[in-house]
């Protein structure tokens, strides 16, 4: 007798951002790490926001398990989803995502059911690879601690390398914009602009 396992899948078909020169097409499984690579950081970056529906598609479809992300789905999508931005830009005493507006932090923050201590944090941190000084590893710790199917890391650390890839191998979906050749290494797909 056979079994069937479903396997959660991120997939953009041809779909073609305002302004970019070509259409991009990728599936991101569960339970690996699916890196998208080539050109600038902040044209990677678009990439993410698009998934997140914060930038709007001029071509083509992005679905999880074939359900297609429309402005309707947008917030259900987000809930599955955990986001470590490249960095929070300072505005006085508040952090900020840039570009996502202020509305879509909000937005990403509706997630948080449960609150994360700084011990729990500490923790996670030194599993990514980084101290409590390095921002980026912070980022990718929130994000994991937020404990979703689909995690989106825009410029992770190379220090969480190996902890991305146990992220992926325990079910989720781990979709890392990068150009760093040691993350690149390790992921089970890599993605070209």
């Excluded at 909000?106 to 101290?131: H, Q, T």
């Excluded at 990068?178 to 390790?186: D, G, H, K, S, W």
Aim: with cysteine.
């Amino acid at each position: 007798m056979l079994t069937f396992v479903a396997v959660m899948i991120l997939e953009l078909n041809e779909v073609l951002l305002p302004g970019e020169p070509q259409t991009l097409s990728l599936m991101a499984e569960e339970g690996k790490l699916t890196c998208l690579t080539g050109g600038s950081a902040s044209r990677l970056t678009r990439w993410l926001h698009a998934i997140l529906g914060f930038l709007p598609i001029a071509h083509g479809f992005i679905s999880i398990d074939g359900e297609p992300l429309t402005d309707a789905t947008a917030m259900a999508f987000r809930k599955m989803m955990s986001f470590a931005p490249s960095a929070l830009e300072a505005q006085g005493d508040v952090k900020r995502y840039d570009p996502p507006s202020v509305q879509h932090i909000f937005y990403l923050k509706a997630n948080r059911e449960r609150p994360i201590s700084n011990g729990i944090l500490a923790e996670e941190m030194r599993r990514v690879g980084g101290d409590a000084a390095d921002q980026r590893c912070r980022l990718v710790a929130v994000a994991a601690l937020l404990d979703k199917k689909i995690m989106l890391l825009d410029q992770p650390p190379v220090t969480s390398a190996a902890y991305l890839q146990r992220l992926a191998a325990q079910g989720r979906i781990v979709l890392a914009a990068t150009n760093e050749t040691p993350l690149l290494q390790v992921a089970d797909k890599v993605v070209e602009l």
